[in-house]
Nanobody, 118 residues
Framework: QVQLQESGPGLVKPSQTLSLTCTVS??????????WSWVRQPPGKGLEWIGY???????YYSPSLKSRASFSRDTSKNQFFLQLSSVTPEDTAVYYC??????????WGPGTQVTVSS
């Protein structure tokens, strides 16, 4: 059973960088041919896909966030990371990590609330 767990600060100040970690257990993030996504849900809105880092370390970013988002990973710890720079209150959301691509996720983390506020 694959499990994902998000972690990181719950409060970030405007203009700073949001940094989140997704820790995966029960399966390796380097296993062919899995994709590991970041997804967020702002209050009162639908899910927004941020992008993915895949089994080979390749990344893809949603065009709307490409200029500010960055993914990386630590294979020794079976973790992958999200950094989102220059945050504004509009980046306030519940952030999820998931295995798979939009419409095809099979495992999700429980989500972590991130609030952008001074």
């Amino acid at each position: 059973q694959v499990q994902l767990q998000e972690s990181g600060p719950g409060l970030v100040k405007p203009s700073q960088t949001l940094s989140l970690t997704c820790t995966v257990s029960g399966g390796s993030i380097t296993t062919n041919y899995y994709y590991w996504s970041w997804v967020r849900q702002p209050p009162g809105k639908g899910l927004e896909w941020i992008g993915y880092i895949n089994y080979a370390g390749n990344t893809y970013y949603s065009p709307s966030l490409k200029s500010r988002a960055s993914f990386s990973r630590d294979t020794s710890k079976n973790q992958f990371f999200l950094q989102l720079s220059s945050v504004t209150p509009e980046d306030t959301a519940v952030y999820y990590c998931a295995r798979g691509l939009p419409e095809e996720y099979d495992y999700w983390g429980p989500g972590t609330q991130v609030t952008v506020s001074s």
